[in-house]
C-alpha cells in the first residue's frame, strides 16, 4: 500500500510539472521594458509582446509586481474624440497568435510605486494564467526613445 501511494504521489508531481512546464512555455514575452518616469511619479507603463505559442488559447487572469502595489492591463481606445483607458480584467490571448503591449494601445499600468526604480533597474512582473501557472518577466526601465534600439532582445 506504501508503494502505491509513493508512485501515485510522485506520478503527481510528474503531470503537474509538465503542465507548469508546458504552460510556462506555451506564453513567451519578446522586448519587455517599463517606461522611465521622475522619481516623484508613481505610476509607470510596461510593454512587449506576448506570444502564445501553445494549441489553445492562454488567458492571462492576474498580474502582480513587487516594486508596485497594484498592475492592471490596460487598452487605450477613442471614445467620442477622446483617448480613454479600459481596465482589462483578463486577457485571451488566442493560439499561435500575439498581442503587442506599445503605446496608444494594450500596456500594463503600473500602480503604486513602492520604491525608487530609475533608468536601468530592472521590474519584476508576474502574469497568472487562468490554469494557475505562472510566468515570470524580467523588464528593463529605459526612456520611451531608448525602446525601438533594443526591440531585438527577448525574455521568457
Known sequence: MKQ????????????LS???LSADAAIKAH???VQDAPPTVKVHAAYMTLENTSE???TVAGIESPAFERVEIHKSEIHQDMVKMMHQKRLKIPAHSRIEFKPGGYH???MG?????KHGDEV???LT?????EVVITAEVRKAMEHSKHSGHSMH
Do not use: E
Request: aromatic share 16%; charged share 15%.
Open 31 to 33: 522586448a519587455p521594458w
Open 124 to 126: 519584476t512582473i508576474r
Open 108 to 110: 500594463f499600468m503600473l
Open 4 to 15: 502505491f501511494y509513493k508512485i501515485t504521489v510522485l506520478l503527481g508531481f510528474f503531470v
Open 56 to 58: 489553445h488559447s492562454v
Open 129 to 133: 494564467l487562468a490554469d494557475g501557472s
Open 18 to 20: 509538465a503542465d507548469l
Open 113 to 117: 510605486k513602492k520604491h525608487i526604480i
